[in-house]
């Protein structure tokens, strides 16, 4: 059903303006909601893969995130259908979160923000409505959409691995895919519409998939980021250094794969050893 105006679009819109107001002012419910994985899987608190879409961090991040969801969610809701818009969006949300939650299971880690359900919206109207184009706000030219499609899944695994900003690009990386495999269940002629760029964006996010399971320590998260570097000036023993490094970077994978509990009481020692040794951060064991 298509109508005149974009009213689930806007509806939504108004009531994660009042909720992230009301979470800003009011940090305890803010905690409740928003995305944490230790809660998730220990507590069983699976509405936060929702209400965490519906807080955000600043006016920047709300305002951002909203004009996006108006500027590309009010056309798949008026020429698509409301349906088609509202599985995508909240799709995308649990999606993105889900994705985070595999990623971030093992490690202290608090999102929020409907990024992810943004994210698939936008990725879906690129294929629901082929052969427009898209302005961003830092750059006033039109992009054609099939250029942003491959950009963006590229950035925000960039942004996964270096950790740009405060922001929760795996989370955007799995809302959009989530979305576009919405859009596709639900309209599958936009595959031959589209074939070879669903393609391309198919084999990249695939290729960003096995990346992220394969090889975890190297995402955002990971035991790496709470270890420092050492100091520059320090004089060790460049072969001791490196079987220190070896071992260390073993146990850290270990902890990444299969959580803190997974390590013997000699390793963990060995791990608070190295740890010193090397000038870094000890782990809270």
């Known amino acids: 059903?298509?109508?005149?105006?974009?009213?689930?679009?806007?509806?939504?819109?108004?009531?994660?303006?009042?909720?992230?107001?009301?979470?800003?002012?009011?940090?305890?419910?803010?905690?409740?909601?928003?995305?944490?994985?230790?809660?998730?899987?220990?507590?069983?608190?699976?509405?936060r893969l929702v209400t965490s879409g519906f807080l955000h961090a600043d006016g920047i991040h709300l305002l951002f995130n909203m004009y996006s969801l108006y500027a590309f969610g009010r056309y798949?809701?008026?020429?698509?259908?409301?349906?088609?818009?509202?599985?995508?969006y909240f799709s995308g949300i649990i999606g993105g979160n889900l994705?985070?939650?595999?990623?971030h299971r093992h490690h202290e880690y608090r999102a929020l923000g409907a990024s992810g359900g943004v994210c698939g919206v936008i990725y879906a109207s690129i294929f629901l409505?082929?052969?427009?184009?898209?302005?961003?706000?830092?750059?006033?030219?039109?992009?054609?959409?099939?250029?942003?499609?491959i950009a963006f899944l590229l950035f925000s695994f960039y942004g996964m691995r270096k950790q740009l900003g405060n922001i929760g690009?795996?989370?955007?990386?799995?809302?959009?895919?989530v979305g576009l495999l919405v859009a596709t269940a639900l309209h599958p002629s936009i595959v031959r519409a589209s074939p070879y760029l669903y393609a391309a964006v198919m084999a990249i996010t695939a290729g960003l998939l096995v990346f992220c399971l394969k090889w975890p320590m190297y995402l955002p998260g990971g035991m790496r980021q709470f270890i420092r570097r050492p100091r520059q000036g320090q004089k060790q023993n460049a072969s001791k250094r490196q079987a220190d490094q070896k071992e260390l970077d073993r146990l850290l994978d270990k902890v990444s794969k299969s959580g803190l509990h997974s390590l013997s009481w000699r390793e963990r020692r060995k791990l608070k050893t190295i740890s010193k040794r090397l000038d870094r951060n000890s782990f809270d064991l």
């Open 129 to 149: 409505l082929p052969g427009g184009s898209i302005i961003l706000f830092m750059l006033p030219v039109p992009m054609p959409s099939w250029v942003y499609a």
């Open 99 to 103: 994705l985070s939650l595999y990623l």
């Open 169 to 177: 690009h795996d989370a955007h990386l799995g809302g959009a895919i």
């Open 76 to 88: 798949i809701e008026e020429y698509v259908g409301i349906k088609t818009f509202l599985l995508i």
């Open 1 to 47: 059903m298509q109508g005149p105006t974009a009213i689930w679009n806007l509806g939504i819109i108004a009531i994660t303006v009042v909720v992230s107001y009301r979470g800003l002012m009011y940090p305890s419910l803010m905690d409740q909601y928003l995305f944490e994985p230790a809660r998730i899987l220990r507590d069983k608190e699976y509405y």
